[in-house]
């Protein structure tokens, strides 16, 4: 689900760690979302893409090369690169959350 939010209130949110700013909007990835992709990379785990000199943050592009994952009820897709989870808009390719 997308959000549009002011420039405040995207500071709050991204302060406390759940949005993401892209270049028009931010992106909130909601608790719910985030808890069943865990659960899911628990149930179906993933093998680590190597990408030698992709910098993991959000905004990012992920290769064409990369399989990003459906998971189910979630918007986002998820691939795992350099042992990094990561949600990824299938649309854009572009990275909207780094799980830790």
């Known amino acids: ?3 549009y939010l002011s ?3 995207a500071a709050i949110v991204l302060m406390g ?3 993401v700013a892209m270049a028009e909007h931010v ?3 909601q608790p719910e979302q985030e808890t069943v992709v865990r659960q899911y990379i628990k149930k179906e785990p993933l093998a680590s ?3 030698l000199g992709v910098e993991l943050k959000l905004g990012s592009s992920v290769p064409d090369t990369v399989e990003l994952r459906q998971v189910p009820d979630v918007k986002y897709r ?3 690169i350099n042992d990094q989870t990561v949600l990824v808009d299938p649309e854009t390719r572009q990275i909207v959350q780094v799980l830790h």
């Open 17 to 19: 760690g759940i949005g």
């Open 78 to 80: 998820v691939a795992v």
């Open 7 to 9: 420039s405040a209130a």
């Open 27 to 29: 992106v909130v990835v």
């Open 49 to 51: 893409v190597n990408l």
């Open 1 to 3: 689900m997308k959000h």
